[in-house]
């Protein structure tokens, strides 16, 4: 089992930035894909982004050039970079251990950006 414990969210003003983190514990895999989403209300869940273990990156295209992922291997952690930050980003953002066919999540940090 992989647990998954999310932190740094809270409340910024528009323009600002925030550096999420997720820590993974428990039996790590190989060959492993991290990563974050966000559910703002009433929305679905949509990727922000992810990193594989060798590096491999893919942004959702709303936060393309504002975010930056980025994990440590040895740690198993894996990092959001959140920089020019809109109202519109507001969500709780959820970390996420896929390897195979099985997707892990964290309990999900919320993130509120003020107009």
């Known amino acids: 089992q992989v647990q998954l414990v999310e932190s740094g969210g809270g409340l910024v003003q528009a323009g600002g930035s925030l550096r999420l983190s997720c820590v993974a514990s428990?039996?790590?895999?190989?060959?492993?894909?991290m990563g974050w989403y966000r559910q703002a209300p009433g929305k679905e869940r949509e990727l922000v982004a992810t990193?594989?273990?060798?590096?491999?990156?893919h942004y959702g295209d709303s936060v393309k050039g504002r975010f930056s992922i980025s994990r440590d291997n040895l740690r198993n952690t894996v990092a959001l970079q959140m920089n020019s930050l809109t109202p519109e980003d507001t969500a709780v953002y959820f970390c996420?251990?896929?390897?195979?066919?099985?997707?892990?999540w964290g309990q999900g940090t919320q993130v509120t950006v003020a107009s």
């Open positions: 996420n251990f896929h390897w195979l066919t099985v997707d892990y």
């Open positions: 428990g039996t790590i895999f190989g060959n492993n894909i």
């Open positions: 990193i594989s273990v060798k590096g491999t990156i």
